[in-house]
C-alpha cells in the first residue's frame, strides 16, 4: 500500500472527526425553545416550539406508559379463580368458577404500583339505558389508556333495582381491568398446583364427581349433606373439608 493512500485515509478520519464535534447532540424542543427565546424569535415560532414540545412530551409519556405496563404485565402471575358459582334453573345447572374483583386488586395492585401504574373506574347507569363501565389505567408520567364496555342490569335471582346496577357494575369492572391490562385467569388445575387448596380453595371437578356418586350411592339427602358441610353447593365444599364429606359418606355406606 502506497504512502499516499495511508495519507489520505488518515485525512478522511480526521475530517470525519472534525464534522462529528461540529453537530450538536440531540437538541429537544424545549432546548430549541430556549435557543429562539434568546435569539429573540417571534411569537409565531415561540407557539409552534410549544405546540412540538406538547407532542414530544406527550409521545414520551406513551413510551413511558407502554414500557411500564409491559414491564408490569411480566410480573403479574396468573389469576386464580377463586369464586364458585353453581345453581340450576329452567335452562340446567350452571356452574363455573371466577376470580372475583378483589382477588384481582389483591394480586395486581402492589406491582402496578410498584411500576407507576394505577387505574380506576368511570360509570354510567342512565334510566332505560345498559350500564357502561370504563377502566383507566395510568402512569405516573401522565399518560392514560381506557377501555370500555356496557351490559344490561343483572336482574337474575331476587335482585331489586339497585342491586341489579350493582352487579352489573362490579361484573364490568372485573372484565374492564383485565381487559385493560391483559390478564388471565387460572384452571382448576392451575389453582391446585399453586397450592389453592391449602389455603381455601375448593375441591376439583373429580373430586365432586366422587362424592355426588357416594350421595347417590348411599340415597344421601343433598340438602341435609349440604347443611352438614356448611355450604351452598358442593362445588363450595373448601378442598381441605373433601376428605371429611368421603369419610362421612362411606361411614354411612357401611352401615347401611
Same mark, same amino acid.
Request: aromatic letters at 6%.
Given at each position: =500500500? ?9 485525512? =478522511? ?13 440531540? =437538541? #429537544? ?10 435569539? $429573540? ?10 405546540? @412540538? ?10 413510551? %413511558? ?10 410480573? !403479574? ?16 345447572? #350452571? ?5 372475583? @374483583? $378483589? ?7 402492589? !406491582? ?12 354510567? +347507569? ?22 370500555? @364496555? ?17 352487579? #352489573? ?31 381455601? $380453595? ?6 365432586? %364427581?366422587?362424592? &355426588?356418586?357416594?350421595?347417590?350411592? #348411599? $340415597?344421601?339427602? =343433598?340438602?341435609?349433606? @349440604?347443611?352438614?358441610?356448611?355450604? %351452598? %353447593?358442593?362445588? &363450595? ?18 352401615? +347401611?
Amino acid at each position: =500500500m502506497s504512502t499516499q493512500i495511508i495519507d489520505g485515509e488518515a485525512d =478522511m478520519v480526521k475530517t470525519v472527526a472534525r464534522v462529528q464535534e461540529q453537530v450538536p447532540a440531540a =437538541m #429537544t424542543p424545549m432546548d430549541m425553545l430556549h435557543k429562539a427565546v434568546s435569539a $429573540g424569535a417571534d411569537i409565531d415560532v415561540l407557539e409552534k416550539l410549544m405546540a @412540538l414540545q406538547e407532542r414530544w412530551e406527550a409521545n414520551q409519556a406513551r413510551k %413511558a406508559f407502554d414500557e411500564a405496563l409491559a414491564a408490569a404485565k411480566a410480573d !403479574i402471575p396468573t389469576i386464580i379463580k377463586n369464586r364458585v358459582v353453581d345453581f340450576t334453573s329452567q335452562k340446567g345447572r #350452571t356452574n363455573y368458577r371466577h376470580e372475583d @374483583l $378483589g382477588e384481582i386488586a389483591r394480586t395486581v395492585d402492589p !406491582i402496578l404500583a410498584g411500576h407507576g401504574l394505577s387505574y380506576r373506574f368511570r360509570t354510567t +347507569s342512565n334510566p332505560n339505558e345498559p350500564v357502561t363501565v370504563t377502566c383507566i389505567v395510568s402512569h405516573r408520567g401522565g399518560y392514560s389508556e381506557e377501555n370500555t @364496555l356496557s351490559a344490561g342490569r343483572d336482574e337474575s335471582g331476587n335482585k331489586n333495582s339497585i342491586q341489579a346496577v350493582g352487579s #352489573t357494575i362490579t361484573y364490568l369492572q372485573r372484565y374492564t381491568l383485565k381487559a385493560a391490562l391483559g390478564l388471565a385467569a387460572s384452571n382448576d388445575d392451575d389453582a391446585k398446583a399453586a397450592g389453592i387448596a391449602e389455603n381455601g $380453595g375448593f375441591v376439583a371437578t373429580d373430586q365432586i %364427581a366422587a362424592i &355426588e356418586k357416594l350421595i347417590a350411592e #348411599t $340415597g344421601t339427602n =343433598m340438602q341435609r349433606f @349440604l347443611g352438614y358441610m356448611k355450604v %351452598a %353447593a358442593l362445588a &363450595e365444599i373448601p378442598a381441605k373439608q373433601y376428605q371429611r364429606a368421603i369419610d362421612a359418606l362411606n361411614a354411612k355406606k357401611a352401615q +347401611s
